[in-house]
């Protein structure tokens, strides 16, 4: 909870410890995505019209038997709820009075959306109609948030930008980039770099898709074979990214996203959980104790790769972030 008579956040050491099988960040990272055995999960969907005639898909898990909080998700770059983090997150903080809910990003839910706009690490638009939403339909029940990569970084951003905001009674923000510029060179480096190629490709195909449909010359100074030669997220940044979302360039979008700056405004109770070793990023991403708002824990281990923190044997690996998760909201529940 917030503590109070503090003038600052606080950094403190995670609980985590990885494995023997598990100290090496690129294993910590994959190991979630292509090994894991994920957890059992039944959703349904549900299609919002935003106030601009486009969308947003909504992943509704399990209904409790009964609802006495809301678990808010935002995914990471290019995810949807069968991403990993996302599925098993869900089927971990379903029951126990949790409804959880995912707010795809548009285009994120297996169907291009509508307009030339898409989403980036500082849009927080739909977001917070999402939430509105939300509390409209559960106006007298706590209401919580998480966020992985990109989302987290967004959700930070969004919680900073509405320090009296009264959607959320907390928030959880996993392995956000909070510098987007320092993030953007380090993935560029490496084995990083095929991380790097895996998400461009994705986000390249999307546009192309809707180029398709739409039409994007007096938009971006692309057509799809110059879409096809980008190699680098900065470089999509640059000619896609800003162009789109009116930026001047990937710099401006870098400054004026990355939720670094917003951390010492946020009021809402929130845990930062980050790994040092992170491939993503670097250390010149974590902040100091004066540079959070009292509301605001940052949680660091020294090995966990990016949004990994795979514990256990090697014969029963588990996932710590579910747990952890867990019992930071378990604080918001009607006692």
């Not at 503090?6 to 950094?11: A, E, K, P």
């Not at 126990?96 to 849009?123: D, T």
């Not at 490709?201 to 074979?225: C, V």
């Not at 879409?227 to 979302?245: E, G, Q, Y």
């Amino acid at each position: 909870m917030q503590r109070k008579n503090q003038r600052h956040g606080h950094i403190q050491k995670s609980s985590f410890q990885a494995p023997w099988w598990a100290h090496n960040r690129h294993l910590q990272t994959i190991w979630p995505r292509f090994i894991q055995k994920r957890l059992p999960l039944e959703y349904r969907m549900e299609r919002v019209t935003l106030p601009d005639t486009d969308f947003i898909d909504l992943a509704w898990g399990p209904k409790p038997a009964k609802t006495t909080g809301v678990v808010a998700m935002f995914h990471g770059l290019e995810g949807s709820i069968k991403s990993h983090y996302a599925n098993d997150m869900m089927a971990a903080l379903s029951g126990s009075g949790w409804q959880v809910v995912m707010m795809h990003f548009r285009s994120c839910s297996g169907e291009p959306n509508r307009l030339p706009q898409a989403y980036h690490s500082g849009e927080t638009e739909d977001p917070s109609f999402f939430l509105e939403l939300l509390q409209q339909r559960f106006p007298d029940i706590p209401k919580v948030a998480v966020g992985f990569s990109l989302g987290a970084n967004m959700l930070l951003k969004l919680l900073g930008e509405n320090p009296a905001q009264k959607w959320l009674s907390g928030a959880v923000a996993i392995s956000a980039p909070l510098k987007l510029d320092e993030c953007a060179r380090s993935i560029n480096t490496g084995f990083s770099r095929v991380y790097q190629r895996y998400l461009l490709n994705s986000m390249k195909h999307t546009l192309k898709q809707k180029m398709a449909f739409i039409d994007y010359r007096n938009l971006i100074q692309l057509g799809p074979e110059q879409v096809d030669a980008i190699d680098s997220f900065s470089r999509f940044d640059d000619k896609v990214t800003a162009p789109l979302h009116g930026f001047a360039d990937a710099q401006d979008y870098y400054e004026k996203c990355s939720a670094f700056h917003y951390l010492s405004a946020i009021h809402c109770p929130t845990l930062v959980l980050h790994s040092i070793d992170d491939p993503f990023m670097n250390h010149l991403i974590v902040p100091r104790e004066e540079e959070l708002a009292s509301a605001v824990t940052v949680e660091l281990s020294d090995r966990g790769g990016h949004v990994g923190f795979m514990q256990g044997s090697i014969i029963r690996p588990q996932v710590w972030l579910q747990q952890r998760v867990k019992q930071f909201f378990e604080q918001f529940l009607p006692s």
